[in-house]
């Protein structure tokens, strides 16, 4: 084989473009290779450029003119053994990750021809860097290697191409261009899939603005600085190593340094001590115009010594000058000193205190190589220097006590910085990439992700004691078991008045549990109501808050209990409005740590003592705030009918539904469970046999009464944890707005919801992974089942559902429409858009099994407004 | 024949002034297309509104091909600043004003100026291919942009009217393209006689136009190998010098 491509070199545009479609053929086929394949190619390929090192030095340094050759040994020594040192055992081939568990899978793919331009400065070590990285990723690879520097890169291509091909590689998976020219460049950043631009700005941005993606790194204007507290030797001699490696020609070289006063004459004296030239009087300005001609450096002393440069800007030196530095003050660009200068060649500042220092090299690094690296000498416990540096510093890599040329190219000082050739800029660069690029930068990785169901729960108070008779027998653990020593009652004005409080205070003297009563919750509370009821629980201080009545008083309650252990909170923040309750935005604060909280329910309804709700309004504004968290949910819930005897026939009547309703929302809610369907069919099944008496007979008929009380626990237990729908959704606008209570507004549009979730074809489903397909349907026919109607089919089913609905409305007074409850025909159409979105956007709309545009929405409220046909909602 | 004038002369074409008419005469052996470009570009700006001198006509004249335009009374920039040299800074001034001024007319029609600046250095043998692909790599990485470059915005070439008012000529270079390129072939042309004043005029176009200066040094490398085209020995050692550069790294 020559030491051209086979066959036919690539001159031409003919030529190249036959040259890539060979290449795609190979690269198809190297795709199909497994990792254990790829690995042993990847090494014999690593191999055989460490082995030819040196012969690939000595030839880019006599065809550049530039460089040290021994340097030159190291970087190609660096691209061969660090690059397969680092990636030896990387996973680059199919799947390389995976999670059973979660489902997820990440599969590695090549990304196919890989454009590479290769600069003058490293031709050798960046060509081997690149095809191995290549090689390694199943990527074919093709180089456009500089004029100047075209046939030792080759060469490295070459040598590499050669292994790999007799490791088992497809011929053609390297190429490169023979004869470079600027329009084949161009065509080869053109056609390729990616390109991996090394060199100056002006090709780095040819190479972003190819169209191409492009992993292009931008130019390095190093500044170090030298802090008071540095080891002065340490640092000077680190910077002479670094700054005359291949005689500066490195990226990340240090191109000035900024001594912090009271060290600069030691720092001047050892630079001196270790052979470097200060520069004198007209010295500077002298090798100042020779190394930068119109802000650009000078071409030919690039990668030149210190004394042949000297002897160019007529300066003497002695031959073994290692640097030639000039002690200058500006940083503006108008300073030839202030220029990378990819020389050894360095400027050096003075700065009165770290401040000015970082000053001066933000401006250095901004001005001459935004993003690249930055360079800081210190002790390394001045942690507050080190990080003002960092922070202010606009480079990607920031290397501390390191000479930054073998630094800031990674894996020799530090182990953990990734070893690289290209050096990636970030936006301050103009670059893609931030980091230090490497293999895992040629990969498209293809993630797998399977369906997962989300984990649900099934929470509840950690004791929900019930049976007629038991609130004595339960609260007497507060004093015997826990020891409780103050105990403040939240309740409402009628039921204090009737003396519901009475048998608690008995209890609670009994025990010798001091207590004190705010009596004065109205129905939905409000937030100023809460102040005045936490005003006196914080004078009074308890340690157990007991919440007896209906909603409106647990509701409270459980408000105070938040504003008492977190007088700070801010309402809007807590009912931010979620579409996962584990995913929201606001942590809900710790609820518990002074008082434990006891919720006695007074009618058979709302379920607030088993639930994480509680709704409050500010009576000056009318914002309403439902407020949803677990830490709401009370720690003890006595469910004794005794305190719900006597409820009024209206209450029995609006609660009584109400628990319908959040039973059967529950039920067929997208979160719906096993741990809370068997809740809510229970629910469904005591509403149905008992709500009727219990209304009827009232404390006549304890038993329904006692059943009616286990149903209401029972669907808040359901909804607590399944949530509800948008029977409430547009429940809660309706009450709101034309002051209905809230189980009427419920029991008036339940009806017309159910049709409309029963829905086989609904326009949208709601979102949720356990919810596979609409099947509302099937689970109202669970409920009628379960219930005894069975019909002929599922539809028969529902339609007997709906009548027994329809039937227990009737018994229990409500009304058949909104219209007949006597909401006037001009204010319900006033408020009906608005009534639409708020409904819509209602926290409870989330659940439901049918995600509802807001159209369908005002269809239903009409429908309801005027009490038409259900089986119209049926067909929305 | 009497009142004809010559203005300048030079082997492929002879300028001189008859009265009101300037009538720049090209021998025989010079491209007719290029004398009608010249003119189709000098129509072009006067199109768009650009203040030049009235075209008034291409015609047969000797053998060659002569275009014809209205002389125009005044003095050029830099024979005002002959005459007043304490008056320099003012003129440098209106110079740069004038040049951000053309900067703002958009004459489509114009060649492109940075495909007009690869095409020159392509043909650029003398210089070697290294070279030649570092300068090509270099204008491809600029800004494209689409502001009229007069090409040799230079104080001979704008003629201040006693009014005040201005008309600048010599379109033959003009194109569209980066402003900072125009700004560079100035900054180059100073450089060639005055580089002091150069200097001046670089750090005041910068400043005006609020363009770093690194903007306009990058284009140096590119106008001077340009000008490497027009083969003019004196100016070789500096424009050389100004396209040995390499690309920061």
Redesign the interface.
């Given at each position: 084989m020559t030491k051209k491509n086979a066959e036919t070199p690539v001159t031409t545009v003919e030529t190249l473009e036959a040259k890539l479609a060979v290449m795609r053929a190979a690269q198809r086929a190297y795709g199909q290779f497994s990792q254990e394949d790829v690995d042993r190619i990847f090494r014999a390929a690593a191999m055989a450029a460490n082995k030819a090192r040196i012969p690939l030095a000595k030839m880019a340094v006599e065809e550049t003119g530039m460089g040290v050759v021994e340097d030159k040994v190291i970087k190609n020594h660096y691209a061969a053994e660090y690059i397969y040192n680092t990636y030896r055992n990387t996973k680059t081939c199919g799947v390389i990750e995976e999670d059973a568990a979660f489902g997820i899978r990440k599969i590695a793919e090549p990304i196919g021809l890989v454009a590479a331009v290769i600069?003058?400065?490293n031709p050798t070590s960046t060509a081997i860097f690149k095809t191995l990285i290549c090689l390694k990723t199943r990527n074919a690879i093709i180089i456009s290697p500089?004029?100047?520097a075209k046939k030792s890169t080759i060469e490295a291509a070459r040598i590499v191409y050669e292994a790999a091909v007799a490791a088992g590689a497809p011929k053609d998976i390297i190429g490169w261009i023979d004869e470079?020219?600027?329009d084949l460049?161009?065509l080869v950043m053109k056609e390729a899939d990616i390109i991996l631009a090394t060199?100056?700005?002006?090709?780095?941005?040819?190479a972003y603005s190819s169209g191409k993606p492009a992993l292009g790194v931008g130019?390095?204007?190093v500044p170090a600085i030298i802090d008071s507290s540095a080891d002065v030797r340490l640092a000077v001699n680190s910077i002479i190593h670094s700054k005359t490696f291949d005689n500066g020609?490195i990226?990340a070289s240090e191109q000035s340094v900024t001594a912090l006063a009271d060290v600069y004459d030691a720092v001047r004296a050892e630079f001196e001590k270790r052979g470097c030239y200060f520069l004198k009087g007209d010295e500077i300005k002298k090798v100042g115009n020779t190394v930068i001609?119109?802000?650009?450096?000078?071409?030919?002393i690039?990668g030149q010594s210190a004394y042949k440069i000297a002897k160019l800007a007529g300066v003497d030196v002695p031959e073994r000058t290692k640097i030639l530095i000039g002690e200058v003050t500006s940083t503006d660009?108008?300073e030839p000193f202030a220029?990378?200068k990819?020389s050894p060649v360095l400027a050096m500042y003075k700065a009165k205190t770290f401040e000015q220092a970082l000053d001066m090299s933000e401006q250095l690094l901004m001005?001459?190589?935004p993003g690249h690296t930055a360079s800081l000498y210190i002790n390394p416990d001045e942690k507050e220097k080190l990080a003002a540096h960092a922070a202010r510093m606009h480079a990607c890599r920031i290397v501390v006590n390191t000479p930054s040329s073998q630094g800031g190219i990674g894996d020799i000082y530090n182990f953990r910085l990734t070893p690289s050739l290209t050096l990636g800029c970030g936006s301050w660069g103009g670059n893609s990439v931030s980091h230090n690029v490497g293999a895992l930068d040629l990969l498209n990785i293809k993630t797998v992700a399977e369906r997962r169901e989300n984990m649900l729960w099934l929470r509840l108070p950690e004791k929900v004691y019930f049976k007629r008779g038991c609130m004595p027998v339960a609260l007497d653990e507060l004093g015997t078991v826990m020891g409780k020593k103050k105990c403040f009652i939240v309740t409402d004005t009628f039921l204090y008045q009737n003396g519901y409080v009475k048998p608690i205070e008995n209890k609670l003297d009994q025990m010798g549990i001091t207590h004190a009563c705010f009596w004065d919750v109205a129905p939905d509370p409000t937030l100023q109501c809460a102040q005045e009821g936490v005003k006196q629980m914080k004078s009074f201080g308890p340690d157990v808050i007991i919440a007896l009545g209906g909603g409106s008083a647990m509701d409270a309650a459980k408000i105070m209990w938040v504003m008492y252990e977190h007088p700070d909170v801010n309402f809007d923040d807590m009912a931010m409005d979620f579409m996962d309750i584990r995913k929201r935005v606001y942590t809900f604060p710790k609820m518990g740590q002074k008082a434990y909280f006891v919720a006695i329910p007074t009618s058979s309804g709302t379920g607030s003592e088993v639930t994480p709700f509680a709704i409050i309004t500010d009576a000056t504004t009318g914002t309403k705030w439902p407020l949803a968290d677990y830490e709401l949910m009370p720690n003890m819930a006595i469910v004794d009918v005794d305190n719900m005897m006597n409820q009024p026939r209206g209450l029995t009547s609006a609660s009584g539904i109400d628990v319908m309703t959040h039973a059967l929302e529950a039920y067929v809610s997208v979160m719906a469970s096993d741990m809370t369907d068997g809740l809510a069919l229970q629910a469904t099944k005591l509403v149905f046999d008992n709500l009727p008496d219990a209304y009827n007979l009232g404390a006549k008929a304890p038993r329904a009464r006692e059943h009616m009380a286990m149903a209401s626990t029972l669907a808040g237990e359901a909804f607590a944890n399944a949530f509800l729908g948008v029977n409430h959704s547009m429940a809660h606008k309706l009450g709101a707005y034309h002051h209905i209570p809230h189980g009427v507004a419920n029991a008036l549009i339940l009806t017309y919801v159910m049709r409309y979730n029963a829905s086989e074809t609904p326009a949208k489903m709601g979102t949720f992974p356990q919810y596979e397909y609409p099947h509302a349907l099937q689970r109202y026919c669970d409920v009628a089942r379960y219930n005894g109607l069975v019909g002929k089919d599922d539809n028969e089913t529902f339609d007997m559902l709906i009548d027994k609905l329809e039937a227990l409305k009737k018994t229990i007074g409500i009304p058949a429409s909104i219209k007949d409850f006597g909401v006037k025909e001009e204010d319900f159409l006033a408020t009906l858009d608005e009534m639409t979105e708020n409904a819509f956007n209602d926290q409870c709309t989330g659940a439901n099994p049918r995600y509802p545009l807001m159209s369908e929405i005002k269809q239903l409220y009409l429908l309801a407004y005027y009490g038409k046909d259900t089986r119209e909602a049926g067909k929305i | 024949m009497a009142d004809r004038q010559i203005i300048e002369e030079k082997s492929y074409k002879t300028v001189y002034r008859e009265g009101n008419v300037i009538i720049k005469a090209f021998t025989a052996s010079h491209p007719m297309s290029g004398v009608f470009n010249e003119a189709y570009i000098h129509a072009c700006i006067l199109d768009a509104g650009v203040p030049a001198p009235k075209l008034l006509g291409v015609s047969q004249l000797d053998g060659g091909w002569a275009i014809s335009m209205e002389y125009v009374a005044g003095k050029t920039l830099s024979e005002l600043a002959q005459e007043n040299p304490d008056r320099l800074d003012e003129y440098l001034e209106r110079l740069v004003d004038i040049q951000l001024e053309t900067g703002k007319y958009r004459v489509p029609q114009l060649r492109n100026t940075r495909l007009k600046m690869e095409n020159a250095i392509k043909t650029l043998t003398d210089i070697d291919?290294?070279?030649r692909?570092?300068l090509?790599?270099?204008?491809?990485?600029?800004a494209r942009h689409t502001k009229l470059c007069h090409g040799d915005l230079v104080p001979s070439n704008i003629v201040v009217k006693e009014d005040g008012s201005y008309a600048i000529l010599d379109w033959a270079h003009a194109s569209a393209g980066n402003a900072g390129a125009d700004a560079a072939i100035t900054y180059m042309r100073f450089s060639l006689d005055n580089p002091e004043l150069a200097e001046k005029y670089l750090r005041l176009f910068c400043k005006k136009a609020d363009m770093?200066?690194?903007y306009i040094?990058?284009w140096?490398?590119i106008v001077a190998a340009f000008q490497l085209t027009k083969h003019r020995e004196s100016e070789r050692p500096l424009l050389e010098?100004?396209i040995?550069?390499?690309?920061?790294?």
């Open positions: 600069p003058t400065t500089h004029p100047r470079p020219s600027l460049t161009n060199g100056g700005p002006g090709m780095v941005r040819a130019a390095g204007n020609m990226c001609i119109n802000g650009s450096v000078n071409a030919k690039v660009i108008s220029h990378e990819l001005d001459g190589g | 291919a290294s070279t692909y570092e090509l790599q270099r204008l491809h990485g600029m770093p200066i690194q040094q990058t140096m490398p010098k100004w040995s550069v390499a690309e920061y790294q």
